[in-house]
T-cell receptor, first 117, second 110 residues
Framework: GAVVSQHPSRVICKSGTSVKIECRSLDFQATTMFWYRQFPKQSLMLMATSNEGSKATYEQGVEKDKFLINHASLTLSTLTVTSAHPEDSSFYIC?????????????FGAGSRLTVL | RKEVEQDPGPFNVPEGATVAFNCTYS??????FFWYRQDCRKEPKLLMS???SGNEDGRFTAQLNRASQYISLLIRDSKLSDSATYLC???????????FGTGTLLAVQP
């Protein structure tokens, strides 16, 4: 089945630094990838939709200048948390949908747990 | 109102029990419906899609009521390994964006 690789799985950084998270579709091409964030004991919240070759679309309340998304190829999307602060500490998960359309079934990466000190 | 609402639980049931989870969604234009399972500190994994006619996969049965905007998941003969958080997932209207409920925590006791 479809596999999505996400890296790093865990990162600890100092406040004010930037952190990049990579999401790769390993055996399929993904024109669209989705980035979610999950705080402890809460649901996954959709942050943005990453579109290959064009700008990402962000959900209401998500700062596009803080969470930079780049989807330069059909198999790679990156999320950069710029000038991270402790409140950005969370579980970030990417997902990808195989094919252009279809069943809307998403395959998720294993997630990246960010801790900002 | 939340887009997708679930009872957070926890549901504590003995092995072998039958347990049912419910979910409601607010957007009547939603097209696709799923149940995902999430283990502690792990990514969600697709359990099953939910079809209008209802569908079954082994011990799991999903139902959809479009008129009431209601989805259910029934687990029969619960196993210890079923312990997890069950996430109700709905597409936002006619888009392809998946919106997650807060999840229902199931703990199956020996």
């Amino acid at each position: 089945g479809a596999v999505v690789s996400q890296h790093p799985s865990r990162v600890i950084c100092k406040s004010g630094t930037s952190v990049k998270i990579e999401c790769r579709s390993l055996d399929f091409q993904a024109t669209t990838m989705f980035w979610y964030r999950q705080f402890p004991k809460q649901s996954l919240m959709l942050m943005a939709t990453s579109n290959e070759g064009s700008k990402a679309t962000y959900e209401q309340g998500v700062e596009k200048d803080k969470f930079l998304i780049n989807h330069a190829s059909l198999t790679l999307s990156t999320l950069t948390v710029t000038s991270a602060h402790p409140e950005d500490s969370s579980f970030y998960i990417c997902s990808a949908r195989e094919g252009v359309s279809g069943a809307n079934v998403l395959t998720f990466g294993a997630g990246s747990r960010l801790t900002v000190l | 109102r939340k887009e997708v609402e679930q009872d957070p639980g926890p549901f504590n049931v003995p092995e072998g029990a039958t347990v049912a989870f419910n979910c409601t969604y607010s957007n009547s234009a939603s097209q696709s419906f799923f149940w995902y399972r999430q283990d502690c500190r792990k990514e969600p994994k697709l359990l099953m899609s939910v079809y209008s006619s209802g569908n079954e996969d082994g011990r799991f049965t999903a139902q959809l009521n479009r008129a009431s905007q209601y989805i259910s998941l029934l687990i029969r003969d619960s196993k210890l390994s079923d312990s997890a958080t069950y996430l109700c997932v709905v597409t936002r209207g006619a888009t392809n964006k998946l919106i997650f409920g807060t999840g229902t925590l199931l703990a199956v006791q020996p």
